[in-house]
């Protein structure tokens, strides 16, 4: 089988003149790298095709692959990680991964939430915010969550997303809307403990196959999983394996977990994000159909180590279930 890789390399977008924080969802060569290693020792060939420009040019010179192992982000606009999905679909070439309508609704969390809370998941509150006049019309209380509506990485999050007087809404909502240029969402600030939650698979053979919970160390930005504690998470964040046989709020954490996952009909793996509210209640915050694999970094491959699942175990996992969905031969797996 011949598995071409489509990503975002952060490298590359930083020597054209990004920023740090603009280009932090983007890979790191170590995990195309981990990746396509991981493929090998599973059987397959691999072509690193690139962004999602650098596959336009490759399908315009006739290239095809007999599946895209897709883990790229995009650039702009909140369809972004749609992009390469939509082209593949006009090609008719199967890739892992959610199809371009879920990537496009999960990124945008407001509309996520219009979804989950439709679907009478548990969520908390929220309004989502693009003028002075809808901040002032948020109906709940504060102290409110803040951040922006379709960004990945905690980008934007900051100590500061936490508003605890109505009067500091707006200027913050202002800042946001300023720096990120899209919309922000105003939740409702749930003090309770926060998971992650995996999920591998595809409807009804998707699986929650575990729970981290985050703990932060000394030195850690204050009661929020921030863009900073998230860039420097080896240093700032305890990732804590809690189990569901055990643990009452962990076992409805993945229940809601895997609820949502179907709901949203995401596909073959990823993340489901769950905070529990003052009364310990775990709440739907946000679902993540396109999670970082870098093997030490991302939050899928270090509950994956914790559980005892070897990193090419999790792709070959995440190959097989790309590969039954759309009739695709199996690798040959040693994992």
Request: hydrophobic share 40%.
């Amino acid at each position: 089988m011949r598995i071409g890789l489509t990503y975002d390399l952060r490298a590359e977008y930083l020597t054209m003149g990004y920023g740090e924080e603009e280009t932090a969802e983007f890979d790191r060569e170590e995990t195309i790298e981990e990746l396509e290693k991981a493929i090998h020792e599973l059987g397959a060939q691999t072509d690193r095709i690139g962004s999602g420009r650098r596959l336009v040019e490759r399908l315009a010179k006739g290239d095809r692959w007999d599946l895209v192992f897709n883990i790229a982000e995009g650039l702009r606009g909140a369809g972004r990680e749609a992009q390469v999905p939509a082209i593949l679909d006009l090609y008719g070439i199967p890739y892992t991964f959610s199809d371009p309508l879920v990537m496009s609704l999960t990124l945008h969390k407001g509309m996520t939430k219009r979804v989950i809370r439709d679907a009478g998941i548990p969520t908390c509150d929220f309004a989502v915010i693009g003028t002075e006049t809808d901040a002032a019309a948020v109906r709940f209380e504060p102290p409110y969550f803040v951040k922006p509506v379709a960004e990945g990485t905690s980008k934007g999050i900051t100590p500061k997303s936490i508003v605890k007087d109505r009067a500091l809404l707006w200027p913050l909502c202002a800042d946001l809307l300023g720096a990120f240029r899209q919309p922000v969402i105003v939740e409702e600030f749930l003090p309770g403990r926060e998971f992650t939650v995996g999920v591998i698979g595809t409807g009804s053979e998707a699986e929650a196959v575990g729970t981290l919970e985050m703990g932060l160390k000394p030195g850690a930005e204050n009661n929020v999983y921030s863009y900073v504690n998230k860039e420097q998470c080896e240093d700032l964040v305890d990732y804590i394996l809690v189990r569901p046989d055990t643990d009452p709020q962990v076992r409805e954490a993945e229940r809601i977990a895997l609820e949502s996952w179907r709901v949203l009909e995401c596909r073959d793996a990823g993340r489901i994000d769950v905070r529990c509210d003052a009364r310990g209640r775990p709440q739907f915050l946000e679902a993540n159909p396109l999670a970082g694999l870098h093997p030490t970094h991302s939050d899928l491959p270090i509950l994956c180590s914790k559980l005892g699942i070897p990193y090419v175990a999790l792709i070959d996992r995440i190959l097989r279930s790309a590969g039954a969905r759309q009739e695709l031969p199996a690798t040959h797996s040693s994992a």
